[in-house]
């Protein structure tokens, strides 16, 4: 609903393509090769299909499943090369095709769209664990509308900056500058993520006013807002990061502000003009939205607490709720993240080294990945990719392991087994029942 109308547009002409295309598009070719990234597979095709790529266990194989197209008359299946020990074509429905490379392991596929003239070429990555490792993922807009996913949009507000500095360290360490460095570090890693995508609503040391902060996040339709800060107080000793979301009380003095706004109220109901009759139902709607967002703020800030645990200690154990004027979007998910102690010279020197704020970042970015590999909003990235997550195993936790060994045994993220057990932290017991969410199993899929 957020998205601009031409780009809905183009998702719509794209997905109703293979219904509607009067021929068929032909697999003219399929190759093979080997390079920096793992194992390439390149599909020519005669015209732009919609397609999925997934993957199967036991054994490994990934399908890609190509809607109204056909094999080229004289189309040959090619040698064996890399991972792919087998090719091997079929028909899952009328007038589509399905292309099954059989895999010596798992990989993880990573797929775009090329186009050249009427022509098009799909090419999937097929990374092995150690190319997931090397790769730097890049991808483009170019990418994402090509297989109908869009990325996430994390909007990142670095706090303060210009005239305003924000807390002084004891060393002389502004908050303003750390903000700005931790924020620049977040995006690198959220732009790093191939299903997100990185907002800097600060990017330099200007003032930006905080109600511009959040419009600013609105108007680059995000799908999260994380305002980063850094906590001062007069006990020097104090320390460890914090995480905050609004107020009951901040979001219904925030509800009635908007409604007074006439404009405010018409955006919500997709740019109707209200007549003064509808005040209730914008009323109605945007109480909808607001326990909405304030639901998904709740669960997203408390992954990215427990995340931040695993980094160092926390200030407050659980999420704090405030009246913050930055985190007031209605319908934009909002986080405070207070990353430590400026006012302590430990957590001042910390804050101010790069490989510190590096592993603060990861922290955060796991949380939030944690969160939306369960739960993404529909026709992104990551919620094409939730079947990974459908099914699930039990593992008990026996002595001396830790969540870290836990998840890289499973290959399944720590978040996202935190978020499946609703754990505060990374502590695990002995004798513990954890949920692993893992990728389907799907034997029975027909070929
Ligand atoms: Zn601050």
Redesign the pocket.
Known sequence: MRRPAALALLFLAFAGLPAMAVSAAELRALQLVQGEAGTRAVLELDGTVDYKVFTLANPDRLVLDLSGSRLAGGFRAPSPNGVVTGVRTGKPAEGDLRVVLDLAEGVKPRSRVEREGGKARLVVDLMDGEAVARSAPARTVEDVIGSGERELVIAIDA??GGKDP??VGPSGKY?KHI?LAMARELARQIDADPGMKAFLVRDGDVFIPLQQRYHKAREAQADLFISI????AHNRAAAGASVYVLSLRGASSEAARWLADQENASDLVGGVELDARDKNLAAVLLDLSQNATMRVSDDVAAQVLASLKGVGKAHKQNVERANFVVLRSPDVPSMLV?TGFISNPGEEAKLSDPKYRERMASAIVDGVRGYFSLQAPPGTWYAARQGQFGGSRQHIVSRGETLSQIAARHGVPMATIRQANRLKDDTVRIGERLTIPVAAQVASAPE
Do not use: L, S, V
């Not at 800060?229 to 001062?232: G, L, R, V």
């Open positions: 706090g303060h924000g807390a908050e903000t800060h850094a906590d001062a207070e």
